[in-house]
């Protein structure tokens, strides 16, 4: 954090802020309301819709109150962030009050039927006649509002890179390069990524439409097949290592026509991703060599530099070190913080470049190990077999099946039929190592062999209860957020929401 927020860092008590505090309560009696549309998801087509734009408004505002009034949870404030608001509390107390004059038109008792009915009646919930222009025209006068509200005070995170970062999002490579101010280093090499990422992609369109089953620079990625790989423990045949390197193994099966060559392209694009030089270390990922293709047991084999260098250096998964209670190899909790936020920023760096990892488990975070000597400040992230870009119409391979990598999956993954896989399943998987992180514990210990059921025990009151003993009551949050549905929203507010809600949240625990 950067020098000067850190000075004017102070606590609450002393400032004067009896003018704000009006503008957050008006913030919690307009949520207030519009929680109550939470109970009615049993609804007609066009209900439905209008509720989960109403919805989207909600959390949208939730970020936004996180941010300009968190001071409230956490006792501290930076004075240029007080001053603001004051500066702004007349605007901000007259947009809120004219959101919450809007909110009389938005009553779901008055403009929907069965509002006062038993909710297990089968019959779904319509709009009483002519409520529905009424409460449509309501929400775009809302929307309107607080959308000006947003852009009067943005949510923004409170450090340079992490504005940057959310900016991203939404930003386009042109405005990037025409920028007069030099972008910071990990922005630069993030939009970097992305921008190959766009390039390798409208090459593999041109490969698909032309047939055409090779990239014409197919020698770039390819890799010699390494000797004396040995099969790393634990991993169900996943992962090999041999002298320098690691190897991931994605098993294929021979494909014809456009869907082989997507296929095919994907592989040699994210080979490209992986061995880019210009990489962002926050990434977490090894360095990439290639792959190569054992045909003999129809799987390509993607090599990594290993990170154990020295002769007494080894390499070590999270889940190992879960397994290993012993005190002398515990973390401290400032490491389990740390492990935790670059976690976050690693999904969050992938969200922004345009891939998603769909093979988010403890296995595939390693750490490496120098006699007894754990270099916990330094996680490495693989398993990217399996990942593809972030697209509609994206084809998403079968993941390989084990018990012990299917609790890491969401339940939307595991049943039939099957949705497309989304940010919001890669997000579930990171809540799934959050509580590991937290109880210290492999989380196959709570596994019932139903996703449903694993879920509801993760989330469970007295979890929920020793996680905010364990980790503090912020931590508890971001671990339930990413485990309870807040993110199964897909689009472009799913990682604009992940930045602030998690990322922030943990990189200030990290800080204190």
């Known amino acids: ?59 949208i505002l939730d970020s936004w109150r996180s941010y300009w009034y968190g001071y409230r949870k956490n006792g501290r404030v930076s004075i240029d962030e007080l001053q603001l608001l004051g500066a702004h509390d007349s605007t901000i107390k007259t947009i809120l009050a004219s959101v919450h004059d809007e909110l009389r038109y938005l009553d779901p008792v008055k403009v929907l039927h069965r509002a006062q009915q038993s909710l297990a009646a089968s019959s779904k919930v319509t709009w009483i006649a002519g409520q529905e222009k009424v409460a449509q025209d309501a929400l775009q006068r809302v929307e309107s509002l607080l959308s000006g509200l947003y ?54 369109q041109q490969r698909i439409d032309t047939w055409q089953t090779q990239s014409k620079t197919i020698a770039d990625v390819m890799a010699p097949q390494p000797t004396g790989l040995v099969p ?33 392209s994907r592989r040699d694009n994210l080979a490209r991703l992986l061995k880019a030089r210009d990489k962002p270390e926050e990434l977490l990922a090894l360095s990439g060599a290639g792959y190569f293709d054992d045909v003999a047991n129809k799987r390509y084999g993607f090599v990594f530099e290993s990170p154990a260098r020295g002769t007494d250096a080894s390499i070590v998964s999270l889940n190992t070190l879960l397994r290993d209670a012993r005190a002398e190899s515990l973390p401290s909790l400032e490491h389990r913080y740390l492990i935790a936020y670059r976690l976050a920023l690693s999904l969050s760096i992938l969200f922004v470049v345009g891939w998603l990892h769909k093979g988010l488990r403890s296995h595939n975070i390693l ?112 671990m339930l957020k990413c485990l309870d549905g807040t993110f199964e929203q897909d689009g472009l507010e799913v990682p604009r929401m992940f930045f602030p809600e998690v990322v922030e949240v943990l990189r200030d625990l990290m800080a204190q």
């Not at 992962?239 to 296929?263: F, I, M, P, T």
């Not at 196959?444 to 989330?459: G, Q, V």
């Open 1 to 59: 954090m950067d020098s000067a927020l850190l000075a004017g860092r102070v606590g609450v008590a002393g400032l004067g802020l009896g003018a704000v505090s009006t503008g957050i309560d008006l913030v919690h009696v307009i949520r207030s309301a519009l929680d109550a549309w939470d109970q009615f998801s049993n609804a007609e087509r066009d209900v439905s819709f209008f509720r989960a734009k109403l919805l989207l408004q909600r959390a």
């Open 232 to 264: 790393e423990v634990g991993t169900a045949g996943t992962r090999s290592r041999g002298k320098g390197v690691l190897v991931e193994w994605k098993a294929y099966a021979v494909l014809q026509g456009a869907h082989g060559v997507e296929l095919r």
């Open 151 to 204: 852009r009067l005070l943005p949510p923004l995170s409170p450090h340079a890179e992490a504005q940057m970062m959310m900016a991203l999002y939404d930003i386009d490579q042109s405005r990037m390069h025409n920028n007069q101010q030099r972008p910071l280093p990990l922005i630069q090499r993030v939009a970097q990524l992305r921008q190959l990422n766009e390039d390798l992609d409208d090459e593999l």
């Open 367 to 478: 750490f490496v190990k120098e006699g007894e000597q754990l270099q916990w400040t330094q996680p490495y992230l693989c398993g990217f077999a399996f990942s593809r870009p972030d697209k509609p119409n994206e084809v998403s391979e079968k993941l390989e099946h084990s018990e012990r990598f299917n609790l890491y999956r969401h339940p939307m993954t595991q049943n039939a039929p099957r949705l497309g896989y989304r940010k919001a399943f890669d997000i579930y998987s990171f809540g799934v190592i959050l509580f590991e992180i937290a109880a210290w514990t492999p989380a196959f210990t709570r596994w019932k062999h139903d996703p449903i059921k694993f879920r509801e025990e993760l989330i469970k009151p007295s979890d929920l209860a020793r996680v905010a003993h364990w980790m503090g009551s912020d931590y508890r949050d971001v």
